[in-house]
């Protein structure tokens, strides 16, 4: 690897443009396999909720590696964190919400291939949305009351790891339960290409972001530089997962738009900020406690209108993509 980027070197400017595009070529492999997965019958809440978070949020994992490993703040890891919930929660579901009304009671814009899902188990998705929300307002309260004293230390970083081990040990139930109902049809052995090129696909993201990351921290002046990473890193990360929303918005699979974009907030909060307080004690920022209360905020508005209503209109979308418009504004120093 380090061949590579010593060959990258010498490409001057073209370089960067050489590295998105690798990471562009490892995500297309990672959500290809992941329609794959969908088509062999996966329920979509599951999907979205245990096997695309750690396709499209594997970046963030390799992120964390690599501060970890070449010693950057732990604070771009909380500021990587936000701004990927903040996206996934506005401007990612609202723009589905927008083009194609997100109904988890029937009704969407844009009819799917797969055959016209029963009363029981539009239930049973909108029943797992409301979880995965409930599970990214938990972990953010976790994450909020262990930063009161201005740090998150080995020990609260090992309890995030834990939470989102049983959070994801409890959809791993689900599988296989459901692998039992469809007589082994979930499991088969082209699962074994499906996990080769899910490899592939996360060592060219490891490469990209791997270069990216030092390229940044090695500039000192302007946008793309160590001063905005966790903001660039956020936005980077973010793109797989604006993919999926787009995606599965125009397939109408509401549930799996909401529970791929809650499901990748997960991988921030708890797992990516659990596994670097457990190596290194983590300052947290001066934006830590409004970052908290707008993921919250967040969630429960989304709570809200699935519970409520079972779909989020299209003015609300209006108003998340405005809203993040306001956060970047506000929130870019």
């Given amino acids: 690897m380090e061949g590579v980027a010593a060959q990258a070197g010498t490409w001057g400017v073209v370089a960067p443009w050489v590295y998105l595009g690798l990471f562009a070529l490892g995500s297309f492999l990672l959500l290809w396999r992941l329609e794959a997965l969908s ?47 903040m996206t996934n929660l506005t401007l990612l579901v609202g723009l589905p919400a927008i083009f194609w009304n997100l109904s988890l009671a029937g009704g969407g814009a844009v009819a799917d291939s797969r055959e016209e899902p029963s009363a029981a188990q ?29 740090w998150i230390r080995a020990g609260e970083g090992a309890w995030l790891v834990a939470l989102f081990l049983v959070w994801q040990g409890w959809h791993v139930v689900e599988v296989l339960q459901e692998n039992r109902r469809q007589e082994g049809r979930l499991l088969g052995w082209i699962l074994l290409f499906d996990l080769a090129a899910l490899a592939l696909g996360a060592w060219l993201s490891y490469v990209s972001i791997q270069w990216l990351v030092d390229w940044v921290l090695q500039r000192a002046e302007g946008l793309f530089s160590a001063r905005y990473l966790g903001w660039l890193s956020g936005w980077l990360l973010v793109t797989p997962n604006a993919v999926l929303a787009l995606y599965y918005g125009f397939r109408g699979r509401p549930e799996v738009v909401y529970s791929s974009q809650v499901g990748d907030g997960h991988i921030c909060i708890p797992l990516c900020v659990g596994l670097y307080a457990c190596v290194r004690p983590l300052e947290v920022p001066a934006f830590f406690t409004p970052a908290m209360a707008a993921i919250c905020g967040a969630a429960l508005l989304h709570l809200g209108f699935v519970y409520g209503l079972g779909r989020l209109p299209r003015w609300m979308g209006w108003i998340l993509v405005a809203a993040y418009g306001l956060f970047v504004q506000q929130g870019l120093p």
């Fill in 39 to 85: 088509a062999r019958g996966f329920e979509g809440t599951v999907l979205g909720a245990l096997v695309m978070p750690y396709c499209s949020g594997l970046g963030n994992l390799i992120f964390v590696f690599v501060l970890l490993r070449e010693g950057g703040p732990g604070g771009e890891v909380l500021t990587n964190a936000f701004v990927n919930n």
């Fill in 122 to 150: 539009r239930q049973r998705e909108r029943q797992g949305v409301l979880l995965t929300l409930l599970a990214a307002l938990a972990f953010t309260l976790v994450l909020w009351m262990q930063g009161r004293d201005g």
